[in-house]
């Protein structure tokens, strides 16, 4: 991978075997991404990126502008999201297993005595894991057979930039365990657009029109789940 920069801009570039040049701008916080095809020079290359300086720089001010929940200190009372909706935190001094768990509009999270916010927040976590995978696991089978696919292998984990990724070769897909606080929409929007991949690998208008039909509001759901707040450290 390779830094340059173009006036105040800083950009990493990745030169591929594709055809196309691709610019991306990256949550958090608006970092600029290049696939650049490995025929084109760097003057080229140069020149392309300088068109879209404003397009970039108008993505960079919607991230700045993006709210971002406060930082989560794990005390009672305190907010959790889940499937879009807030829920208050009831900490629970207990001995033996440690969970979470949701019941009469709160989020009970029982752990040990004197454990550090830190460890309250994997133990919530591996809750958030566990709820998104079981969600995963309903919905899954339904648009494979929807959508003429099968997915040879998927699962949940932390990712930075991404809602969730699509290996097409090996047929395997990936969710941010972020998704687990989203309203259920977006997380089916976002499973929807990976095993479009399957039958499309790049988001040309072959990829909108598959999408078009099988979830006709997936532009809303795109926006809703972009326009939401960010995790207080960028992502959980």
Same mark, same amino acid.
């Given at each position: 991978?390779?830094?340059?920069?173009?006036?105040?801009?800083?950009?990493?570039?990745?030169?591929?075997?594709?055809?196309? =040049?691709?610019? %991306?701008?990256?949550?958090?916080?608006?970092?600029?991404?290049?696939?650049?095809?490995?025929?084109?020079?760097?003057?080229?290359?140069?020149?392309? $990126?300088?068109?879209?300086?404003?397009?970039?720089?108008?993505?960079?001010?919607?991230?700045?502008?993006?709210?971002?929940? %406060?930082?989560?200190?794990?005390?009672?009372?305190?907010?959790?999201?889940?499937?879009?909706?807030?829920?208050?935190?009831?900490?629970?001094?207990?001995?033996?297993?440690?969970?979470?768990?949701?019941?009469?509009?709160? =989020?009970?999270?029982?752990?040990?005595?004197? $454990?550090?916010?830190?460890?309250?927040? =994997?133990?919530?976590?591996?809750?958030?894991?566990?709820?998104?995978?079981?969600?995963?696991?309903? =919905?899954?089978?339904?648009?494979?057979?929807?959508?003429?696919?099968? $997915?040879?292998?998927?699962?949940?984990?932390?990712?930075?930039?991404?809602?969730?990724?699509?290996?097409?070769?090996?047929?395997?897909?990936?969710?941010?365990?972020?998704?687990?606080?989203?309203?259920?929409?977006?997380?089916?929007?976002?499973? $929807?657009?990976?095993?479009?991949?399957?039958?499309?690998?790049?988001?040309?208008?072959?990829?909108?029109?598959?999408?078009?039909?099988?979830?006709?509001?997936?532009?809303?759901?795109?926006?809703?789940?972009?326009?939401?707040?960010?995790?207080?450290?960028?992502?959980?």
């Amino acid at each position: 991978m390779t830094i340059i920069e173009i006036g105040s801009i800083t950009i990493q570039l990745n030169r591929k075997a594709i055809k196309n =040049l691709h610019i %991306s701008v990256l949550p958090p916080d608006g970092r600029v991404r290049a696939s650049v095809p490995e025929y084109m020079t760097d003057v080229a290359m140069r020149m392309a $990126v300088i068109r879209r300086i404003p397009w970039i720089k108008k993505q960079q001010n919607k991230f700045v502008k993006q709210p971002r929940q %406060s930082e989560r200190e794990m005390v009672n009372g305190e907010c959790h999201y889940l499937w879009g909706r807030c829920y208050r935190l009831n900490v629970v001094a207990h001995i033996g297993k440690q969970e979470a768990k949701l019941n009469r509009g709160r =989020l009970h999270l029982y752990v040990n005595p004197m $454990v550090t916010a830190e460890q309250k927040m =994997l133990v919530l976590t591996t809750y958030y894991r566990n709820v998104l995978k079981k969600r995963i696991s309903d =919905l899954l089978p339904l648009w494979e057979n929807k959508i003429g696919v099968d $997915v040879a292998a998927w699962g949940v984990k932390k990712m930075k930039t991404k809602w969730g990724s699509c290996n097409t070769q090996a047929k395997r897909i990936w969710l941010n365990l972020e998704l687990a606080k989203k309203p259920l929409e977006c997380l089916e929007y976002i499973l $929807v657009h990976e095993l479009v991949h399957l039958l499309e690998r790049n988001h040309n208008d072959r990829f909108k029109a598959h999408m078009d039909k099988l979830l006709p509001d997936w532009l809303e759901r795109k926006a809703l789940l972009n326009g939401l707040p960010l995790n207080y450290d960028n992502w959980l």
